[in-house]
């Protein structure tokens, strides 16, 4: 599990030696990493500690971050189970305009920032306000932000259409909870396809080692609301059923105003057999297995996406897609199936990413990837690889298609997706701090060149 958490703020300018005063105010349970690995290079390099920091920005290598701003200062800090990036920047933009004289003037803004990135490997937010105060003092009164979450990737994807995904209620997870367990999900379906399935025959509609659990599958769909029983009288002559009721008792009542069978009989007097029937509710979580997107949209939640940024079950570009997330800014977009994923499952989905060209495509089934789509999917990567566009970003993955297999292994699936995304969101700003604790060559040779070795011990 890992969660990226971005906070930033303009600041009109920075103090001298602004991390150097920011890691003396702090307590010790912040261990900083960048000037401690300065220390221990420049004592085994034996090159005096100006050799890696001081210089000018651009006498580093590394990326910039984010484009056009210039980190001038960084440092790491562990705190407990939390990493704490600090990026110090500044840019300088230059503007040209004409004055009243018709000349061009050009001015120069310089702009500073102030950037804290947190990785916290735990889905609660972590306790940072000690940190963020002792910031706040080092560059006077500056409020931290974060960054405003615009889902730009599936905005454009969506084109106006409006996100209608709500929070799942808790008797849609509950029951979405009992339908992942395959043998409730088989007699779900199963009494669904039929009108009113007798009791006596549902064991009948699940593999016969599961059968020992038959009564508390039944019990599980009543209590979960997802299924209703009734009576059904059959009449013993015919053995057809002649009446479905609510409870025994009402038949006494029919007795009474002398409805009887058409063979004679009373109606109490005929056989009475329980049935089952599914719910309006079954039936809303049964169709488009939609009981499988409340589960992957719960665990999406759970792991820190927000509600916001997760499309369920909507039509674009005339495909249907089951969901789609834009994490990080990484569009990722899922297809589930409650079966085995074949070949012709393989050629669909393989549109739908020629179309929407997600940064990760997943496919979640509760059964297998088949082999043929397996071997689909190898072929047309081969053919993806030549033709892939510059990615600007850090990949995720091998940028392949991920597949999540069972539903035993849905939740660590997401899990690892989301992880690798938030891994691949905080790789440039751990690179662009990480950088302030090397030197470039030149500049550590012109220091090697500029001091005498120290003498070997004997
Ligand atoms: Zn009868």
């Known amino acids: 599990m890992l969660r990226r958490i971005n906070r930033w703020a303009r600041v009109k300018s920075h103090p001298a030696d602004a991390v150097q005063i920011l890691t003396s105010k702090l307590p010790a349970t912040y261990q900083p990493i960048i000037r401690p690995l ?16 001081g210089g000018s920005a651009s006498s580093y290598a590394r990326s910039s971050f984010p484009p056009d701003e210039d980190v001038i200062d960084a440092e790491i800090y562990a705190f407990g189970s939390v990493l704490i990036i600090v990026c110090v920047s500044e840019s300088l933009r230059l503007s040209h305009e004409r004055n009243s004289e018709g000349e061009i003037v050009t001015t120069e803004e310089k702009n500073s920032t102030v950037r804290v990135t947190y990785a916290v490997p735990f889905v609660d937010d972590p306790d940072v306000a000690e940190f963020e105060k002792l910031l706040a003092e080092v560059w006077g009164e500056i409020e931290l932000r974060e960054p405003s979450s615009r889902s730009r990737r599936l905005r454009e994807m969506a084109q106006g259409k409006p996100n209608t995904t709500r929070l799942p ?34 064991s009948k509609q699940i593999p016969p080692r599961e ?15 997802l299924v209703d029983t009734e009576i059904v009288v059959i009449c013993r002559d015919s053995s057809a059923q002649v009446n479905r009721v609510a409870t025994a008792e009402v038949l006494n009542g029919l007795d009474e105003q002398g ?28 169709d ?13 939640l759970d792991f820190g996406v927000p509600i916001q940024s997760v499309r369920m079950e909507q039509e674009y570009s005339g495909e249907e897609v089951d969901c789609v997330a834009e994490i990080y800014g990484r569009l990722v977009l899922f297809e589930l199936k409650d079966k085995e994923f074949n070949l012709g499952n393989a050629y669909s989905f393989g549109a739908k990413v020629g179309i929407f060209r997600p940064d990760v495509p997943v496919i979640v089934t509760t059964e297998k990837v088949g082999a043929d789509a397996r071997d689909h999917f190898a072929r047309s990567a081969v053919a993806d690889r030549r033709t892939r566009r510059y990615a600007t970003e850090d990949p995720v993955g091998d940028g392949g298609i991920k597949f999540v297999e069972g539903l035993d292994s849905l939740k660590a699936g ?11 969101a905080l790789a440039p700003q751990l690179r662009a701090a990480l950088s302030f604790s090397s030197a470039t060559p030149a500049a550590l040779l012109a220091a090697w060149a500029g001091v005498e070795r120290p003498p070997k011990s004997e």
Do not use: N
């Not at 300065?38 to 920091?53: H, K, M, N």
């Not at 059968?211 to 609301?225: S, T």
């Not at 488009?288 to 999406?300: P, R, T």
């Open 259 to 286: 409805i009887r069978c058409a063979c004679g009989r009373p109606l109490s007097e005929e056989k009475h057999e329980k049935a089952l029937s599914v719910t309006d509710f079954a039936r809303s979580m049964l």
């Open 211 to 225: 059968r020992g659990r038959i009564d508390a599958i039944v019990q599980l769909l009543i209590d979960k609301g």
């Open 38 to 53: 300065i220390q221990r290079q420049s004592e085994l390099f034996g090159v005096p500690q100006s050799a890696f920091i």
């Open 288 to 300: 488009g297995s939609a009981w499988l997107s409340v589960l992957m949209l719960q665990h999406l």
């Open 169 to 202: 209620t808790e008797e849609e997870r509950d029951a979405a909870d009992a339908l992942s367990d395959k043998s409730v999900r088989r007699l779900a379906i199963a009494i669904k396809s039929s009108s009113g399935l007798l009791l006596g025959d549902a």
């Open 414 to 424: 997401i899990e690892g997706i989301v992880t690798e995304i938030a891994g691949a």
